[in-house]
């Protein structure tokens, strides 16, 4: 069965400091990667996806076939970043999401 | 324009009652998902609509839980004979075209807790 693992439940970095949320999955084909997030009090949204290589509120995130990673990266917190992220695999008409990862930004 | 939305956002229903939950899709998204979340879980695909036609029920968990989407725009889902473990969050989204390549836009969510 296709599954996307995001080991860590909590993430807390201080503002100005780099963040990594960490996303594997296990398809082995040509994967169809996203990252969603959840704001407090808001709906969950598309954050950014693979294929479309953007940066998005300064997140980028490369996909690694050999080491089956799709890691979000941002090189400088802030506060407003702190949200929940899920890494997600799409394949054929389905989306499998991860458990999340809780991101803290400490001021 | 207005988003997904999904009602009720909140219910509460006694353990064997039935729910039906609604979901109104953006304006001529062609696609609906329904997803269920469990507390510190990610939304788990249930089914999803291309139009009217149900193209995958395959995450439906079990014969009480079951979709519709009669005129190709809104959503109900159905949970007949509730049980606790049917508590969680019910999740909503459209999208354009077919997925996985389209964006999916989700609802608020309705919050179901079997008592």
């Known amino acids: 069965a296709q599954r996307v693992t995001q080991p860590e439940k909590l993430l807390s970095v201080f503002k100005g400091a780099p963040v990594e949320l960490k996303c594997n999955y296990s398809?082995?084909?040509?994967?169809?990667l996203f990252w969603y997030v959840q704001y407090s009090r808001q709906r969950l949204q598309l954050l950014l996806r693979?294929?479309s290589r953007e940066s998005i509120k300064g997140f980028t995130a490369d996909l690694n076939k050999g080491e089956t990673s799709f890691h979000l990266k941002k090189p400088f917190a802030q506060e407003e970043d702190s949200a929940m992220y899920y890494c997600?695999?799409?394949?054929?008409?389905?989306?499998?999401f991860g458990k999340g990862t809780r991101l803290h930004i400490l001021p | 324009g207005a988003g997904v939305s999904q009602s009720p956002r909140y219910k509460v229903t006694k353990r064997g009652q039935d729910v039906a939950l609604r979901c109104d899709p953006i304006?001529?998204?062609?696609?609906l998902y329904w997803y269920r979340q469990a507390l510190g879980q990610g939304p788990e695909f249930l089914t999803y609509?291309?139009?009217?036609?149900?193209?995958?029920k395959s995450g439906l968990p079990n014969d009480r839980f079951s979709a519709e989407r009669p005129e190709g725009s809104i959503s109900t889902l159905t949970i007949q004979r509730t049980e606790q473990r049917d508590s969680a969050m019910y999740r909503c989204?459209?999208?354009?075209?077919?997925?996985?390549?389209?964006?999916?836009?989700f609802g608020p969510g309705t919050r179901l807790t079997v008592t």
């Open positions: 398809y082995s084909g040509s994967p169809e």
């Open positions: 989204a459209s999208s354009l075209g077919a997925p996985p390549n389209h964006e999916q836009y």
């Open positions: 304006s001529g998204h062609v696609s």
């Open positions: 609509f291309n139009y009217e036609a149900q193209q995958d």
């Open positions: 997600a695999q799409g394949r054929d008409d389905k989306i499998i």
């Open positions: 693979h294929i």
